[in-house]
């Protein structure tokens, strides 16, 4: 695998003394608040992984726990990083709706226990509202697309088993014009 950085302008090959597997279908995120891009998970050509790794902006470091609970092997996850709870969290990814926080050194499961949440799902989109303090979910796939902008609110998102709530202003919006946000 290859690391390319952008800063703004143009694209410069980084060439750092460790590098994560090569991978396809990860989920990525930036975590400000400990300034590390954190890269989870994904699939080589035939094997799932379930690993973390952190960049810090010059090297790459394995940071996947030895012990406790972890979201285990998955492919097609998104991840952003939600400032309330001060944790980069992942969703979905091997048609699952599980939702996992990573603080840097050990996981956390905050997936909803009811019904009240997104259908399993890979891909699609996650980003964090920060104005709201929301996690915002939308689209993805399993054997169908998925339309729809799923939230988690501010109050609740650091206690497990939280809620979404369907934003119904954007999944009153028609099919094709969802397609083209995407």
Known sequence: PDLWEWDGTAWTQRTPASLPPARRWAAMAYDPGRQRVVLFAGTTLSTKLEDVWEWDGTNWEDRSPTSGPTPGERA????????????????????????????????????????????????????????????????????????????????TSRQPGVQFTVNTAVAAIAPSTIEGLR
């Open 76 to 155: 097609g996850a998104v991840g952003a990083y939600d400032a309330l709870a001060g944790r980069t969290v992942f969703v979905g990814g091997s048609n699952s709706f599980e939702v996992w926080e990573w603080d840097g050194t050990r996981w956390y499961q905050s997936t909803p226990k009811s019904r009240h949440r997104p259908a399993s799902r890979s891909g699609g989109g996650v980003a964090y509202d920060e104005a709201r303090g929301h996690l915002m979910v939308f689209g993805g796939e399993d054997l169908l697309r998925f339309e729809g902008l799923w939230e988690r609110e501010a109050a």
